[in-house]
């Protein structure tokens, strides 16, 4: 289902505008390699003003704040300032400690955010291991739909500890590793308006008098979504059994770019985990393979805030490229997974951008385990690395082994300890 559902999300549908949006989309794309266009990447340790980024300090100052400015301002959209003050509350619906005949305790948590404009709420459900003794890394998965029924319902006896939506529950809390869910649209449906304008939902909250949809520098729905994490996170660092320093943002498709800019824009976020995200995430504009800006801004154009179609019919005018954002996530760990049949994502371009991320990591001399620009082979993870990747055999979406590589980087980071196989974890003796 939960397969199925991110690429319902990838092909532009929304309950709003899945008829305008799918005819064309796909027809209009690059998937030849001989068509790529030469391009040259923005140098990634050299300022705007041509300043050369030599140290932490450099980077913190003056690299790192013009690259997330340059991307809310231009391609996500920023934040506004709410007219009147946000006040946030948490209230805890259910808990339920038999799941799994005890080993896993399962939290329903109402977030709402109100100010004088009116109120949002949106649900979180928490899963996390009894048996832990320290509070625990979560991850926390972006996803669009009701997640307190039949998504988060487990399967069937033949999948036993996976939920209906693919997480394999059971693994995670032998693992020691728990993880949330939000419904991200709770704070937000795709309008589809044909020129990027968006209301309704959290951006009311945001309106001056008078105002009836988003300014050109506002944020779009990836941003609007992001912000929905970011309150999933205002949630997760009250719980008592959370580690707030270790929670981990992890989406596929739309998801990833939202996971992606959540954790960016968030420095709470201890780690980014993202799944055939793509262009708007990992993949490089600047090939112009797959799924494409001008694409973007055609056929969903509110994900973006208006000011990105500026860029839409020349990213080669773009002063920075994902690489960019990605390095972004400096010093946190971050892992990238595609596939190998994943042509819209660009599973090449995201490799590139990748691999063009690590600079910014080796200021802080951080361990990145690649040295070349030569792509991994598939089916061949990298784990033990502050930047992670793989690309899979299969097609887009997010696959159970995406979720035990990244319960595997998650043991190497935040645990502490060699990342285990799934025979090592059910069969430790």
């Not at 266009?37 to 705007?48: I, W």
């Not at 808990?95 to 109100?114: A, P, S, Y």
């Not at 009116?118 to 979180?124: T, Y």
Request: aromatic share 12%; proline share 5%.
């Amino acid at each position: 289902m939960y397969k199925l559902l991110m690429l319902a999300f990838s092909a532009g549908f929304s309950c709003h505008a899945a008829a305008q949006t799918y005819e064309g989309k796909y027809l209009e794309a690059n998937y030849d390699e001989s068509k790529v266009p030469d391009y040259a990447l923005p140098a990634l340790l050299t300022s705007f003003h041509a300043t050369k980024i030599k140290t932490i300090e450099e980077w913190e100052r003056i690299r790192r704040p013009e690259i997330v400015d340059f991307f809310a301002q231009n391609m996500f959209g920023e934040v506004p300032t709410a007219p009147s003050p946000i006040k946030k509350s948490f209230q805890l619906i259910a808990e339920d400690e038999t799941i799994f005949d005890g080993l896993c305790t399962r939290k329903e948590v109402r977030i709402t955010f109100e100010n004088e404009k009116g109120a949002v709420s949106m649900p979180l459900v928490l899963f996390v291991p009894r048996q832990a003794t320290e509070k625990v890394p979560v991850i926390l998965l972006a996803t669009g739909t009701d997640i307190r029924r039949t998504g988060l319902k487990l399967n069937d006896s033949q999948r036993y500890g996976e939920t209906a939506n693919g997480i394999p529950l059971h693994q995670l809390m032998k693992r020691g590793i728990g993880v949330a869910t939000i419904d991200y649209q709770a704070f937000g449906m795709d309008p589809g308006d044909r020129e990027g304008k968006v209301s309704g939902g959290i951006s009311e909250l945001f309106f001056e008098e008078g105002q009836q949809f988003t300014k050109e520098n506002e944020w779009g729905m990836i941003a609007i979504w992001a912000y929905a994490l970011r309150a999933g996170m205002d949630y997760l660092e009250t719980d008592t059994d959370v580690n707030g320093e270790q929670v981990a943002t992890l989406g596929s498709s739309i998801g990833g770019k939202v996971a992606l800019w959540a954790a960016v824009t968030d420095r709470r976020f201890g780690m980014a985990l993202l799944a055939t995200a793509g262009h708007g995430a990992d993949a490089i504009w600047r090939r112009e393979y797959g799924e494409t800006l001008q694409n973007m801004c055609n056929h969903l154009p509110t994900w973006l805030c208006r000011n990105a179609a500026k860029y839409a019919n020349d990213v080669h005018a773009l002063p920075l490229d994902q690489h960019a954002l990605l390095a972004a996530m400096a010093p946190r760990p971050f892992y990238v997974s595609n596939a190998q049949h994943d042509l819209w994502a660009d599973q090449k371009g995201q490799w590139m951008g990748t691999y063009h991320a690590a600079p910014a990591y080796r200021l802080y001399s951080k361990n990145v385990a690649f040295a070349s620009e030569k792509q991994p082979a598939i089916n061949q993870p990298i784990v033990k690395s502050t930047i992670g990747y793989h690309i899979r055999s299969g097609v887009h979406g997010l696959e159970l082994y995406d979720w035990e590589q990244y319960m595997k980087f998650m043991e190497y980071h935040f645990l502490k300890r060699e990342p285990r196989t799934v025979e090592e974890v059910y069969h430790p003796d």
